[in-house]
């Protein structure tokens, strides 16, 4: 047991420590980037437009949705709005004008309009209920617009910019506004060019420990060569019974809950508690390729998740033949190194995975050709080096429990015929 169980052990410590520094090795420019523009100012009114672009490759923004947030510095409202609304009117008595401001509120909250809203309320990028998809995922739901006219700005009516935004999406912490090099826009197909009177950047970043304080996926694996199927670490998301856990068990019926605010996932009972299980299946060997099958189960007894993705890290991804049933995406983050992959579901036919109950699960097989110089089942290579579900890291099982090989001793051939029967079976039921 050598390199390839301390490089897995290393990758496993890597990951353990990484999320709580909210940078994530497999994305590192990820962020969330809010961009204002101040399009004209006119004797006391500023109108401005507002983009909210994901900048990650596969984390998204799932229902219900981003829900801006920010603080005025003075006395400014919103006139009016488009492509987006606040959720509250606030108090705009001090106004006698016989339309009154959209919103009076010192630290509004603004959210995406639903989509199929009334055509005039609209504007290019809304409408989608505040979801944003990652970049590769379907990279033309990424960018999210509004238009607001705010009045009551500085003394001599000059824009100034708010600060301390939130998005309202559990996991992201915003900086402050930077003044960034004015946008620009094209008329006549790039003839000429108009640009914003000035445009400040917010970057907002993502930290999973930030999101919840559990991890919420785990990794359960098996191989064809050995009957042990190693389970989810136990309490990998929590021990049953623990505060903050909440589950139920089979044969119970779930309480009529709504899909509420209260961030704790209602699950079906189980030793990890996750809402989330992937299993990894070394499927088959053959001459010059192995085929592995990847199974994703949803615990959440209350959840459907739309847009769902997966991020898997394998050294052979390199030499990936085949995806059934989902799409794939590599991830080359660094350049030359592409043993980092997305999956994820293809549209109308498996992109939502099912709460517990309704078919929760989903199936891929992915075809891998054995990579001379590279290619082992030895000491546990053929298993992922790290799974993420929804961005969010899955706990791996202890690299000293993967499924070994049997030893190819004198036993070999009175086990063979039992490991063929056991990888049927395994094939049938994972
Ligand atoms: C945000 O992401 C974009 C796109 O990847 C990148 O160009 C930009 O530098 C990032 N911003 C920060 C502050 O990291
Ligand atoms: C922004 O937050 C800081 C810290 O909570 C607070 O001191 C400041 O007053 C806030 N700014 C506005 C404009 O409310
Ligand atoms: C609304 O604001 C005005 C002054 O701006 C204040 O006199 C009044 O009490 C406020 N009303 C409420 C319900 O807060
Ligand atoms: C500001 O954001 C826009 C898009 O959101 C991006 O193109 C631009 O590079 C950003 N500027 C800086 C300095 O980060
Ligand atoms: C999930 O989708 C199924 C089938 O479309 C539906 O019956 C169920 O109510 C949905 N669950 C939630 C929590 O929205
Ligand atoms: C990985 O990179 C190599 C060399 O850059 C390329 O030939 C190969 O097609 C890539 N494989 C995948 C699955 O993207
Ligand atoms: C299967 O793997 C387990 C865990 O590594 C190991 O303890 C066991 O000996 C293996 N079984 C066989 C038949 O090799």
Redesign the pocket.
Known sequence: MGMVLILIFFFSLVSSISPSYGFDPLDPYGNI???WDLLLSNSGTNNLMV?I?N?QQYRHVEPPGWKLNWAWKGKEVIWSMQGAEATEQGNCTEFKESTLPHCCEKEPFIVDLLPGTNYNAQTQNCCKGGVLSSMKQDPSKYVATFQMAVGGSGTNSQFIMPENFTLGVPGYSCGGA?K??P?RYTTDGGRRWTQALA?W?V?CVYSQSLASPTPRCCVSLSAFYNQTIVSCPRCSCGCKGQPGTKCVKYGETPPLLKQNQDPTPVVRCSEHMCPIRVHWHLKESYKQYWRAKMTVTNFHIMKNYSEWNLVVLHPNLQSLTQVFSFNYAPLNRYGYINDTGMFWGLPFYNDILLQEGKDGNLQTEILLRKDPGIFTFREGWGFPRKIQFNGDECVMPPPDEYPSLPNMGHSASATTPFIILFSLFLTFML
């Open positions: 980037t809010i961009k983009s672009y900048f930077v960034v090099e946008s445009t950047n970057t």
